[in-house]
């Protein structure tokens, strides 16, 4: 196989298998695809050009990025022990406050378009 599309298949690969595990063990992450769907569905119906359709999907699909990135974060943290640790908190804060900051900008998005 040409090594460039190996490395496309294997990276799909990779995604689908990070999209599952997350899926399969982060409540939050799960909690926030459920809302992904109807608010693709609303987005769609709602936004009256194509600008305000993509930011209403968008902005939620940017939480459920950040909330990925979070839990990467906190994988990692976990990795390196239980006990705690000063830096372990800043780093597991800081992906939580990421998180905070996506869902702030998909209220604000969804509340400037819906109330306008």
């Given at each position: 196989m040409n090594s460039r599309i190996e490395r496309i298949v294997n990276a799909?690969?990779?995604?689908?298998q990070g999209l599952r595990a997350a899926l399969g063990s982060e409540k939050a992450v799960?909690?926030?695809?459920?809302?992904?769907?109807?608010?693709v569905v609303l987005g769609l119906w709602i936004g009256?050009?194509?600008?305000e359709r993509a930011l209403l999907i968008g902005s939620w699909m940017v939480v459920i990025i950040t909330?990925?990135?979070n839990s990467a974060v906190e994988a990692v943290v976990d990795r390196f022990g239980s006990e705690w640790n000063e830096?372990?908190?800043?780093?597991k804060d800081l992906g939580s406050a990421a998180?905070?900051?996506a869902l702030a900008l998909a209220a604000v998005v969804w509340g400037c378009i819906v109330f306008g």
């Open positions: 799909t690969k990779y995604s689908m799960q909690e926030e695809f459920a809302i992904l769907v109807p608010a009256e050009t194509g600008v909330e990925l990135l830096y372990s908190k800043l780093a998180v905070f900051m």
